[in-house]
């Protein structure tokens, strides 16, 4: 199947192409090392990264000798500019079946470790990726479009995953109880789950990624990973983390390549006995449903879509409101599934806050400083294509570019981007209550802003999504913070700040959002395996 590499010869590090891309820790190196030419004797690809899996403990590159399919690979772009930078394997069934087997293997000796000596490794990987938090955030914002101060912000998160379920399982509780009447102990005995495979998305690459390994490994489970294919960059770096921080090979693996040939085949393989944990559209989560719907035996949490409400009450401290929904809105381009983009505000406010937000908007969040470009021509693409349908409904646009005006003629970007995704953020007016525009989950800097009148209409308008991830509720007033942030069909609600998180919380959503909650003893409850033990004591 795949070739373990040395190639280099060199024991520092896991790969050449590893060795490379590690030395390039800031934008300027990493810019320079992509527009570097390549030299006469490397081999036929034309671009230096080439993206090779990780499995056993060792760099593979998929190779030809697999019996079904010849390894493919796919291009990496920088959404900033729109070009080329590396290539990522589309692994084939087979790859990832000699994977599951690695990871299989592994689970007998990792499962049995001490929690203790599981948590020293998570540790040495948080350690690894804070030393290194400049390379993975560089590599982070040229891969996905992100800023690169939102990239640090995502590293340092992806450091806190690991750190807490590090100390997480230092501390378990178990229940234990005598039957009533009898001298009958019983009590509850946990396990890990199995194998387990674990699928993220391409916007906020490391830090979902890391949300799964890091309980996985902590709860004494092993996996096979796959990053979304737009995205991969920051977990073949990591790898290299897993490597140096000497994680039993075959505990953490990563296989790189699409859906439709590596992930289906990776949710599928009856090797996958633990679950699946899998963060991504829910047109994907109910496809992952349906492929395992026979192996009831696999746990799946899944974390799907939002389109989630931002309510602005009449009471608000005007300016604060403003900058909350913005931000909620906006931040990441729009590519956080939390991002409230329908806007519902209170007819007292209404034309104030629509004003404030716009020149708020206006100076805040600009292309290049605090927003970068979406992640791929097919999603700008997509983007567009819902600009277009408020142009036709008949919407009034407000956007970001100094040189706005409300002519959606010069607001909507160009069908053929020539330098990279960039699509300045858009506020919409005046959209019909019908629209999709309300609906369907636009993902990018694109936000409505409706109107309200009651409290009973703000939470029936809130509620009227097929979706119920994350809520945002902006008010003075503490009666209602309860009020309607109970009635919220949301598994998560904001009272006056957005995307604060404890990570011992339950973090998923209602509805067409998902079903299952990571966190703390939540994520427990997916990785681990639960017993009840009855025991006479005598
Ligand atoms: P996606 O569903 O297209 O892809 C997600 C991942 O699933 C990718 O790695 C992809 O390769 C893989 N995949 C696709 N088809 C598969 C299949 N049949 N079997 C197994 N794996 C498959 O989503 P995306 O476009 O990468 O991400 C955007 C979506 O993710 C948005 O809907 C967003 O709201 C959601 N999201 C949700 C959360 C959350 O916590 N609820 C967080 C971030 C993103």
């Not at 009958?184 to 799964?212: C, D, Q």
């Not at 296989?255 to 085949?265: E, H, L, P, R």
């Not at 629509?354 to 997509?382: D, F, I, L, M, W």
């Not at 079903?515 to 997916?526: A, H, L, P």
Request: net charge negative; charged share 20%.
């Amino acid at each position: 199947m795949g070739q373990t590499l040395q190639e280099g010869g060199n024991a520092e590090f896991g790969s050449s192409v590893i060795q490379d891309v590690w030395a390039c820790d800031t934008l300027e190196k990493a810019k320079a090392f992509i527009a570097s030419p390549r030299h006469a004797s490397d081999d036929e690809s034309p671009y230096k990264i080439k993206m090779q899996n990780y499995v056993g403990g060792a760099f593979t590159t998929p190779s030809s000798s697999s019996t079904t399919t010849t390894s493919q690979y796919i291009d990496a772009i920088n959404p900033k500019t729109g070009r080329v930078f590396g290539q990522v394997p589309i692994s084939s069934a087979d790859e990832v079946e000699h994977t599951l087997r690695a990871a299989t293997e592994a689970f007998g000796s990792w499962s049995a470790t001490p929690a203790a000596a599981r948590s020293k490794h998570l540790q040495r990987v948080a350690g690894l990726i804070q030393e290194n938090r400049e390379l993975f955030a560089v590599w982070e914002s040229i891969d996905q479009g992100k800023t690169l101060e939102r990239a640090r912000v995502e590293v340092d998160r992806a450091v806190s995953n690991f750190n807490y379920f590090s100390t997480f399982i230092l501390h378990q509780q178990t229940a234990a109880r005598v039957v009533d009447g009898s001298n009958i102990l019983t009590y509850e005995h946990r396990s890990p789950a199995g194998v387990f495979a674990l699928i993220s998305p391409w916007n906020m690459p490391l830090y979902l990624l890391t949300w799964k390994m890091a309980p996985c490994l902590a709860f004494g489970c092993t996996a096979v990973a796959k990053p979304s294919e737009v995205t991969s960059m920051t977990a073949f770096l990591l790898c290299e983390v897993f490597r140096r921080a000497g994680l039993p090979p075959g505990a953490m693996n990563v296989v790189f390549g699409d859906g439709a040939t590596t992930g289906s085949a990776l949710v599928r393989s009856p090797l996958v006995r633990g679950g699946v944990s899998f963060t991504g559209g829910t047109a994907t989560g109910i496809q992952i449903r349906r492929d395992t719907a026979d192996q009831i035996y696999k746990h799946l949490s899944l974390e799907l879509g939002g389109k989630n409400p931002t309510l602005v009450f009449g009471d608000v401290e005007l300016d604060k409101a403003v900058q909350t929904a913005a931000m909620a809105a906006f931040e990441n381009q729009g590519e956080i599934c939390l991002c409230g983009s329908r806007i519902y505000v209170q007819d007292s406010i209404y034309n104030d806050f629509v004003a404030a937000s716009t020149a708020y908007v206006q100076a805040t969040y600009k292309c290049g400083e605090r927003v970068g470009a979406v992640v791929s021509h097919q999603h700008y693409t997509k983007i567009r294509s819902y600009l277009l349908l408020a142009q036709s409904e008949g919407a009034t646009f407000s956007s970001s570019t100094s040189t706005s005006t409300s002519n959606p003629e010069t607001i909507i970007p160009p069908a053929d981007p020539t330098n990279g995704y960039w699509i300045p953020p858009v506020i919409l007016t005046d959209v019909p209550p019908t629209s999709r525009l309300l609906q369907d989950e636009i993902f990018g800097p694109v936000a409505t802003i409706s109107r309200f009148a009651t409290e009973d209409e703000a939470v029936a308008l809130a509620n009227e999504n097929p979706n119920g991830l994350a809520a945002v509720l902006l008010t003075r007033d503490g009666g209602r913070m309860r009020r309607v942030g109970e009635r919220l069909e949301a598994g998560l609600v904001w009272v006056n700040c957005w995307l604060v998180r404890e990570l011992g919380t339950p973090f998923g959503g209602m509805k067409s959002s998902g079903t299952g909650r990571e966190g703390g003893e939540y994520s427990r409850d997916v990785f681990t395996h639960v017993r009840t033990l009855h025991m006479p004591l005598q």
